[in-house]
């Protein structure tokens, strides 16, 4: 059984500081990574995805990955009072192919003003 | 462009019933997904097409689920008959090129189902 586990959170993070997300994946060969950002009663949307070992870097989001560790996480600058909702941390399978995404539970985010 | 339209948008019905869950990928998407998500269990993956040609139902959870697609422009998922532990948003969505390099996965509305 693949497994994306998160921290389900609620984490609190003051309007302006870095909100930090962490996930960890069970399959080591899993090569894609990616974090959906979804607002409560919406649907999943696609904020970054990463899949080389380092930073990536877009606008306020950063997505780290560590594969040795098997460790992905999305770091939030400047956090906004908009970038409260939950974080779904998703990996694609290993073995090729265009499998469907495995999720983790997400993390709901909460950004006080 | 119209994005993944699902209906109906909520369900409510009783068990034993039979629920048909209707959704319209993008055009030119290849890859249908149909998910449901719980609290419990968070979002899992039910069913995937590719072409309208089913490639894994393992996550589909027995034999009172199926779905089909008929063509590129319609899919169903169809409970029968329905428990209250089917209760959950179910989610489609479609994306071109399957999601292995970009993970672009563009989901509908989601169908919030009931099941008393």
């Known amino acids: 059984q693949k497994e994306v586990e998160q921290n389900s959170g609620p984490l609190s993070v003051p309007e302006g500081a870095i909100a930090s997300l962490n996930c960890t994946y069970s399959d080591r060969g899993s090569q894609s990574f990616f974090w959906y950002r979804q607002y409560s009663g919406k649907s999943p949307e696609l904020i970054m995805f990463?899949?080389?070992?380092g930073d990536k870097e877009d606008g306020r989001f950063t997505a780290q990955l560590n594969k040795a560790s098997q460790y992905v996480s999305l770091l939030i600058r400047d956090s906004q009072p908009s970038d409260s909702a939950t974080y779904l941390c998703a990996v694609a399978p290993s073995g090729g192919g265009a499998d469907g995404l495995t999720f983790g539970k997400g993390t709901h985010l909460i950004i006080q003003p | 462009d119209a994005g993944v339209i699902q209906s109906p948008r909520h369900e409510v019905t009783e068990m034993g019933q039979e629920v048909t869950l209707r959704c319209k990928p993008i055009s030119g998407h290849d890859y249908l997904f149909w998910y449901r998500q719980t609290m419990m269990r968070g979002l899992e993956l039910l069913i995937y097409f590719n072409n309208n040609v089913p490639i894994d139902d393992s996550g589909m959870p027995e034999d009172r689920f199926s779905a089909k697609m008929p063509n590129a422009s319609f899919s169903t998922l169809k409970i029968q008959p329905s428990e209250p532990r089917d209760s959950a948003v179910y989610f489609c969505a479609s994306s071109l090129g399957g999601t292995l390099r970009t993970g672009e996965l563009f989901f509908g509305e989601g169908s919030r189902l009931t099941v008393l």
């Open positions: 990463i899949y080389s070992n």
